[in-house]
């Protein structure tokens, strides 16, 4: 059996993962025409920012590439915010290429952690576990054993223990690289599939982490100790809901009740009919009560493959969430996806976005993109990892929208044929410590020194133009946060 082929086939026996196959088998027949074909470069606006060292322009820049060294390894399927591992001042990245060959086992995978200041690696792990996936999910974590820097928490979700597959996650130090904790999975799940950061849900002094748990019947979000990895709590719906905990997120305190809450996707959630039409929760963190259900309405949506905490886009003092539905179980490619606008406070739909292009799976990536434009709202990145440009096929781009008025501030695109640029996407520093917007933003496919599907990470910020003098400033039309805005309906 071909190798590609291999790599793929214990997800094939997971309906979990159903959509992680529909997603990356399709491309693989596809991979070596991209990369004979090599067209020559579509002018702007459909450009790759310019590094920040050889262009002084305001705009998007790169001012760092972090590049994979797996061929094939795909560095940076779900990784986290930087933080600063070394303790030199700087945010630090960590990610993994979870298809990383070991010991005859093509999805072993490992994760490292780079330099923000440097670029440099600072440490690399190899996954022991036999097809685990080790490094599908690396997720920076604020000090979880007292050494006064930043950890890493690392996700195995198809990792078997006893013969089963159950997931692992595992606590890391990048300073000594010492394991911290590690925790499996119960028989069936994927523990693991996801990671969001929890805050510190049980005031002990150490921040925790959400870990999704789907599986084929049912699935759960565990709530885990970042001191010792413990299970503090499980959420789940009180039916078993199929695939739920695909994707999670902390959405902050939507119930009122002085805890932030939790968000999670079920995008194989029956609906009419039993059509797995997908769903999203918000979960009362308190009691695990179910604060707001959205469902999808055609089996072909993905909704709830990513759920995402957006800021107050509505001014009544309490955050949204952001809903996708890339399309990803469509295989005509004959519909673009959509991202739905939800408020935190009554759950009714705000706004509603969908993609420029069919089959550009506009929505796999969604966050909070931190102020862009300046107007004291968070606004809205976007990914569309397969989208066109020109002959050019799942170049990607990437969508950042206004918070407060829903328009497109920018599009940033992909360098090259299937780079899935706009991947994943995570808010990132400033790294030379100012306040200037910054963000992650993985092309998963991306080649490296002609390797195809190493993977890269680009660092993007936002330089802005010095403002024109004038002898009065104008009001920005800035609102006051929890006064309602008359803009959203």
């Not at 640029?421 to 490296?448: E, I, M, Q, T, Y």
């Not at 009001?475 to 805005?485: L, N």
Request: with cysteine; hydrophobic share 40%.
């Amino acid at each position: 059996m071909p190798a590609r082929e291999h790599r793929y086939r214990p997800h094939a026996a997971l309906a979990a993962a159903l959509i992680a196959l529909a997603v990356c088998c399709a491309t693989r027949a596809t991979a070596a025409k991209a990369k004979q074909r090599a067209p020559a470069p579509t002018p702007t606006p459909a450009a790759h920012p310019p590094s920040c060292r050889q262009s002084d322009r305001s705009g998007w820049c790169v001012a760092r590439r972090f590049a994979g060294t797996v061929p094939g390894g795909e560095l940076g399927f779900r990784f986290g915010e930087p933080l600063d591992v070394d303790g030199d001042g700087t945010a630090d990245v960590a990610a993994g290429a979870r298809f990383t060959l070991d010991q005859s086992a093509p999805q072993n995978g490992n994760a490292a952690v780079w330099s923000g200041a440097t670029g440099a690696p600072l440490r690399t792990w190899t996954g022991d576990l036999p097809d685990g996936l080790f490094g599908h999910w690396v997720l920076p974590a604020p000090d979880l054993d007292g050494d006064h820097r930043a950890d890493v928490v690392i996700a195995a979700p198809t990792a078997r223990a006893d013969g089963h597959v159950r997931g692992v996650v595992s606590a890391r130090s990048p300073a000594t690289g010492k394991e911290i904790w590690q925790r499996s999975g119960q028989d069936g799940e994927n523990l693991g599939w996801d990671l969001a950061p929890a805050g510190d849900a049980n005031a002990d002094g150490v921040p925790d982490v959400l870990a999704g748990a789907p599986s084929v019947d049912a699935g759960s979000v565990k709530l885990v100790s970042g001191k010792d990895g413990t299970v503090l709590r499980t959420y789940s719906p009180p039916a078993d809901v199929q695939s739920f905990g695909w994707y999670v997120a902390s959405v902050g305190d939507v119930d009122r009740d002085g805890r932030p809450d939790l968000a999670a996707g079920a995008p194989l959630e029956p609906g009419i009919a039993d059509a797995k039409v997908g769903g999203a929760y918000v979960l009362s963190a308190r009691d695990g009560r179910i604060v707001h259900h959205w469902q999808g309405t055609t089996k072909l949506d993905g909704f709830g493959e990513v759920v995402a905490a957006l800021g107050d886009l509505d001014g009544d003092a309490v955050g949204e969430i952001a809903v996708s539905a890339p399309r990803t179980n469509d295989q005509t490619r004959a519909l673009p996806g959509e991202v739905f606008v939800y408020s935190g406070r009554t759950g009714k739909e705000l706004r509603r976005w969908t993609g420029t292009q069919p089959g550009e799976l506009f929505g796999r990536m969604v966050v909070s993109a931190g102020d862009v434009d300046g107007d004291r709202v968070d606004d809205v990145a976007i990914g569309a990892p397969w989208h066109r440009v020109g002959e050019r096929a799942r170049v990607g781009r990437l969508e950042l929208r206004s918070g407060r008025t829903g328009k497109v501030l920018h599009e940033i695109f992909g360098d090259e044929a299937d780079a899935w640029f706009g991947w994943h996407v995570r808010r990132a520093p400033d790294p030379d410590g100012g306040k200037r917007p910054a963000l992650l933003v993985g092309a998963l496919r991306h080649s490296v020194e002609g390797e195809p599907a190493s993977g890269v990470l680009d660092l993007l910020v936002l330089r802005r133009a010095a403002p024109a003098r004038t002898k009065h400033r104008r009001s920005q039309g800035t609102t006051t946060r929890g006064a309602r805005r008359s803009d959203i309906r």
